[in-house]
């Protein structure tokens, strides 16, 4: 157990409909890191939060956004969506510096 | 720009078999390294690291050696099981981590 939490597991929805991943990070962890993972793109790093503030953003397109609220948990919404955005979404926490991330077990969106 | 190349998959052994499964980094400075595993099914998980030259990470009946003249952290296992079966990723981190694509690793019993 990573002691990362996201949420839901499973999604599925139509394209042009809005949805919203929620991660909980592990205890103590400041940072938190969205990525996205298809077959044919690998992992994609999308966007890091640290303590409430973005803090590097990677290929995120803009009908993605996320925020980090004060109690430390991250959303991920993703709008307008297509039938490329089907993919896992992986959300990880980490302490300062080099310190290793810490995934959850992902959301599997499926968009018909 | 930092970037990490690690040899494609699929890689398909059979059981007991060595492997390794070869990255090499470029980075300006002298990153931390890791080694991610992603097992079916879940996310990643980190299988170990290294943080300065010639340091000799292991985890598992895993290991990688931190090589800084070649900058290169080949992961090697002496004896693989199908329960190792997975994708594994190289990262360094030197003000962010970046993950290698991936090499998904098959052991047939």
């Known amino acids: 157990d990573s002691g990362v939490t996201q949420t839901p597991k499973h999604l599925i929805t139509a394209t042009g409909q809005r949805v919203t991943l929620r991660c909980s990070p592990r205890s103590g962890d400041l940072s938190v890191y969205w990525y996205q993972q298809s077959l044919d793109q690998g992992l994609q790093f999308l966007i890091q939060?640290?303590?409430?503030?973005?803090?590097a953003k990677g290929n995120i397109l803009e009908r993605f956004s996320a925020q980090q609220f004060p109690d430390l948990h991250s959303e991920l919404n993703l709008s307008s969506l297509e039938l490329g955005d089907s993919a896992l979404y992986f959300c990880?926490?980490?302490?300062?510096?080099?310190?290793?991330?810490?995934f959850g077990d992902g959301t599997r969106l499926s968009i018909l | 720009g930092d970037s990490v190349t690690q040899m494609e998959g699929p890689v398909t052994l059979s059981e007991e078999a060595f492997l390794t499964i070869n990255c090499t980094y470029t980075?300006?400075?002298?990153?931390?390294l890791f080694w991610y595993v992603q097992y079916p099914g879940e996310g990643l998980q980190l299988l170990l690291k290294a943080t300065k030259a010639d340091d000799k990470g292991s985890n598992k009946g895993f290991e990688a050696t931190y090589r800084k003249e070649t900058t290169s952290f080949h992961l090697e296992k002496g004896s693989v099981q199908v329960s190792d079966s997975a994708v594994y990723f190289c990262?360094?981190?030197?003000?962010?981590?970046?993950f290698g694509k991936g090499t998904r690793l098959h052991i047939l019993p």
């Open positions: 990262a360094p981190w030197v003000d962010k981590i970046i």
């Open positions: 980075a300006t400075g002298y990153p931390s």
């Open positions: 990880a926490s980490s302490g300062q510096g080099s310190q290793p991330q810490h």
């Open positions: 939060y640290y303590n409430g503030e973005e803090r």
